[in-house]
């Protein structure tokens, strides 16, 4: 029993940095927030971009759907599944653009602590 323990320990250290290199955006380091912010800024405008194209292809396709022939059923249910794909990446991007851009704001303006200390010699009380 100790054995399997002793060597799955090992595994799991390895795939748990695959894991977190995962996630990490190439070319920029993970404690720039202000970096990281502008990355998914961009991609959610690029997302929008195609996001747009994309519902103007569609209305296109509803429009003339005659013009598509057989492959036009094709074309819509691509369309539509491209729609919804860019619609996750940009809610997605704008919500780690959001939290980027948060921890940015905290890293730029330290917490204070807001107690009040008194600062006679004859009490040691926080208020």
């Known amino acids: ?3 399997q323990k002793l ?3 090992p595994a799991l250290l390895v795939l748990s940095l695959f894991a977190s290199s995962a996630f990490a955006v190439e070319g920029i380091d993970d404690s720039n927030h202000a970096a990281l912010t502008k990355y998914y800024e961009n991609l959610a405008k690029d997302a929008e971009a ?3 194209q994309n519902k103007a292809a569609l209305d296109e396709y509803e429009a ?3 013009y598509y022939g057989r492959q036009g ?3 819509q249910s691509h ?3 491209n729609i919804h794909e860019y619609e996750e990446i940009l809610a997605e991007s ?3 653009a959001d939290l980027h851009r948060r921890v940015a704001m905290e890293q730029g303006n330290p917490v204070i602590n807001k107690a ?3 600062l006679d010699h004859d009490s040691s009380a926080v208020r």
Do not use: G, R, S
């Open 116 to 118: 009040k200390v008194n």
């Open 94 to 96: 704008l919500n780690n």
């Open 50 to 52: 195609k996001l747009q």
């Open 79 to 81: 369309t539509f599944a």
């Open 64 to 66: 003339h759907p005659y």
């Open 7 to 9: 060597l799955t320990l």
């Open 73 to 75: 059923q094709d074309f």
């Open 1 to 3: 029993m100790k054995t």
